[in-house]
């Protein structure tokens, strides 16, 4: 008996993605892997979930394979059944089979009922007797009875009855319908059975050598590829989804923080300033993510394979001993073991030099890397959502099972979505237990909106529509892989100088911590959190983080890029977020150039050719060889430098008439907040101060030609500016003019004009903005003295 693929029309696209990804030989065996069943107990049959041919509106979830060992199909539609799984099968034999199907009853861990995760399989539109997802809080065969085939084509399905998260693993019939023993439990990833089952051969097929693989396509992965890509490695991409971005994709929607394109190599940031998002909320909305240009960026580099759907499972690495009287054994990564999540093919990806960026760092833990996770009190793992107020009313089913909610017990959800605060897992295993983590989430959100629907909130909720909730979970942190500099808080706060400091880290150090306030109900695991910020960091130019935290000690071969790198919990509070993770991905893509130019490995590279890094960190983004020995090349469209506080998104002052003063070169006294907002600011940003805080603003210039002097200030205007600010002008140490100027209103020019003054050659001019009675917020922007003809 076999599984036929039976490709309908809408999946040929996804073949023909696999056909770019993998060669001819591995293509034909991964499609045999969905086709070539062995016999097993008398006539069998093994059908993998995440095989069929039409998935409906199932989800393919890849999270877990590590704990549960296999992707598997999940009914996600948000209390709403989703549309059927199906495939056709093809039976040789005809008679009666017993069905098995690997499934769990995912609240029953914390003894909730009922289950919300039901489903029905469907042989030829009949269901089976049983109700699955119902019997246990594990990953388990439940018996689904006896089914009659006749020989020839069957179809398959998965009838989703909630809507709530039901999963399905896999499926086994079996003629030996007597048996009440399950198949072997298959919590290893491809165990001996499954892979039996699957039909692959004994070895996996070997892809490669590379210059570079990279595990894990977020933003470190990313820049990490197109950057050595660019520099002439070839690149190996390995990504366990169906999209590039991790958090910063659609299916987690956490918008792209931390300042990039600034600090020492304000070059380092312009890769990723072509795919990052730029999303206006947290989440934000699915079109905002650019998942397809992330893509296609990616894609048009000749030098990276490109391997979506595929999951990083084990290494294959060796001990190498270190001559000398200090001889010290280290490890050396041959290949990178992957799973194909759609087709259970087996690959062998080998390189020369690999980066884990998967955020785990299951690379490093696989070869026996150094690594540290902080015991208790870590940051968390979050699931946000978000709903809207439909046109009419909408119903919300009861939901028993998820968290005992009343509109107390959460924060509500303003401006309809649920954001980074609603994170739980904080003393939790964040690897063996994410699951769980995830599902706690889960219910947390349910058990919410099922308070504003059914509950204390329903009168204000009529029309409420749950419109997405992430099953994709944001994890913050976890493993950490030590290198040979484990920065520190203090290394950040004090701005320790290393030698080989390059990437800018402008995040706070922002710690997460369980919200007392709605953790009374539920202490053993609360659900919101709260951010503590150690604001020292320097948000415009940043903190160097050192090169040598994005290498292992003790792997020989092996970078890392993103949350997984060498630093401490605290300092991993300024460096996790994703533009900063991106641009390790950046510098390490243009150090694995280097070792494959010197033969050589990452350590050498700070040794020995710590000047050739630091000369390719300072190259656009853009700049590109066809080999690490070839010459690079600049294109005409490479971003113009930014500064060292960053690029200049504001008027440029050197565009605008006469002599003009920035708010950033003012001296300033008081509370000044900065703001980018308002479009039409000149230079990086503009300033404002509360009316009346005693905070002030100078302006100071010395012209070097005496005339007669236009004051011009320029003015972002708004409803909440002051009516009524005061701007006093000081000539040569003496008050010259005294001023009120309203700021809400702004000509088109920009600026507002301040009259005309005759000024002195080489001495002191101040113009000087403060707060006192000025009818509303203070702003400064800059001031402009344009000589009048």
Known sequence: MSVRPNWPVEVLPRASKLMRVLPITSLAIALLACCVTPKVWGESLFVEAESFADRGGWELDTQFIEQMGSPYLLAHGIGRPVDDAKTTISVNEAGEYRVWVRTLDWVARWGASPSPGRFQVLFDGKPLEPTFGTESPDWHWHDGGLVRLGEGDHELRLHDLTGFDGRCDCLYLTTEVDRTTPPPSVDDVLSPWRREQLGLPEKPVTKGPYDLVVVGGGYAGMGAALSAARMGCRVALIQDRGVLGGNGSSEVRVWAMGNIRRGKFPRIGEIIEEFCDHATKSPGRYEEFGDDKKEAIVLAESNIDLMLNHFAYAVDAHDVEKGGSDSKTTRHIDAVRILNTQTGEDLRVTGEMFVDGTGHGWIGEWAGAETDMTDRGRMGMSNMWSWAEADSTKSFPETPWALDLQMADFPYPRDHHGQWFWESGFDLDPINEA?????????????????????????????????????????????????????????VVAKREFPDGCVPSTWSIDLHYPKEQYATKYPENPFISYAVHDRRVDRSYGYPVPYRCFYSRNVDNLFMAGRCISVTHEALGTVRVMKTCGMMGEVVGKAASICTLNDCLPRDVYESHLDELLTLLRLPGKARRSAPSSDIVIPDDAMEEASSIGPMLGRKPHDLPGLVIDDRDAIRTGEWKEGTGLRGYVGWSYRYAQENSASAARFETKPEKAGRYRLKIYNQPHANRGTTVPVTLVIAGKTASHLRINQRVTPESGAIDGGEFDLPAGETVSVVISTENAGGLIHIDAIAWELVE
């Open 435 to 491: 699951e769980a983590i995830r599902d706690w989430n889960l219910r947390a959100v349910y058990g919410a909106f099922n308070a504003m629907k059914n509950r204390d909130g329903a009168a204000d909720h009529a029309t409420a529509e749950l419109t997405w909730v992430a099953y994709v979970g944001g994890p913050r942190e976890s493993r950490r892989i030590m290198g040979d500099v484990v920065l520190t808080q203090d290394d």
